[in-house]
């Protein structure tokens, strides 16, 4: 039977400060893969921008980045509404003064029969995966452009590429169109030293995945991964860390797939 806890965040590896001094805001950080993130980029010398909407959860993402030397706030946010996504950024520049890095990650699940689809299910769904990444993009990319660069990460899935998924018609329609959203705007941004990436886990050890809708098919999906295990949060969070650190300062409009070989297999 499955432990229906979110692992720990264990195991960082020595900082090389490979985001160092950087300013970053991650949505989504009180749990999972933007947890993960959020703890990761201050341990890589960030000074992270935590932001969800469980007050006691973010607040204790900052107590575990400050106990390990790092620089961190939170700003509880319902990435829904417009006043909380413009309190976000106005908090960053109120605090830092600058914006270097964004990872939109904040989303939910949903696994839905075709027929049972409502227009309720469509707005909460599109308004939180895919309208809030091009809402924060919107307010931070005129900040980046003035400080002459910076990089956004969109966290996406594997159900943005051709894995058919029943029940899956509105969640792998929102991922396929934030895949594309980033390419499209990370062309337009190119001469302005902004690069904009995707993010695409596959099945991952969260809260959300654990405990959310389809959760009893964990095991399942896990027995479909060619090295039968899921994959951790910290392991996504390594990745985004890549893709927002100036290592990746030629990779741009790109799709990082972590599913260890799953897709096609």
């Not at 860390?241 to 409009?253: P, R």
Request: aromatic share 6%.
């Amino acid at each position: 039977m499955t432990d229906r806890r979110e692992p720990e965040v264990t195991g960082l590896r020595p900082s090389a400060n490979r985001l160092k001094d950087k300013v970053t805001i991650v949505t989504g950080s009180t749990s999972g893969i933007g947890k993960a993130s959020a703890i990761l980029f201050a341990h890589e010398g960030a000074k992270v921008v935590v932001v969800g909407r469980r007050v006691e959860k973010g607040e204790a993402v900052v107590k575990t980045i400050k106990d390990n030397g790092g620089e961190a706030i939170f700003v509880r946010a319902d990435m829904t509404v417009e006043e909380d996504v413009q309190n976000v950024v106005k908090t960053t520049m109120d605090t830092w003064g600058r914006v270097d890095c964004l990872f939109n990650n904040a989303g939910c699940l949903i696994t839905k029969p075709t027929v049972e689809l409502t227009r309720e299910d469509w707005d909460k769904f599109t308004n939180l995966d895919a309208y809030s990444y091009l809402r924060m993009m919107q307010l931070v990319l005129p900040i980046m452009e003035k400080q002459g660069g910076g990089s956004i990460v969109n966290c996406s899935s594997l159900a943005a590429f051709d894995n058919a998924i029943p029940g899956g018609a509105l969640y792998c329609f929102v991922k396929a169109g934030v895949n594309h959203m980033t390419h499209c705007i990370a062309a337009e941004y190119a001469d302005k030293h902004i690069r904009v990436n995707n993010l695409n886990p596959g099945l991952i050890e969260t809260e959300m995945v654990l405990t959310g809708p389809g959760a009893d098919g964990f095991d399942y999906i896990k027995s479909l991964v060619p090295c039968k295990r899921a994959g951790t949060a910290l392991e996504c969070a390594y990745a985004a860390l890549y893709l927002l650190s100036d290592e990746a300062s030629y990779t741009s409009g790109a799709s990082l797939l972590l599913d260890h070989g799953q897709r096609g297999y």
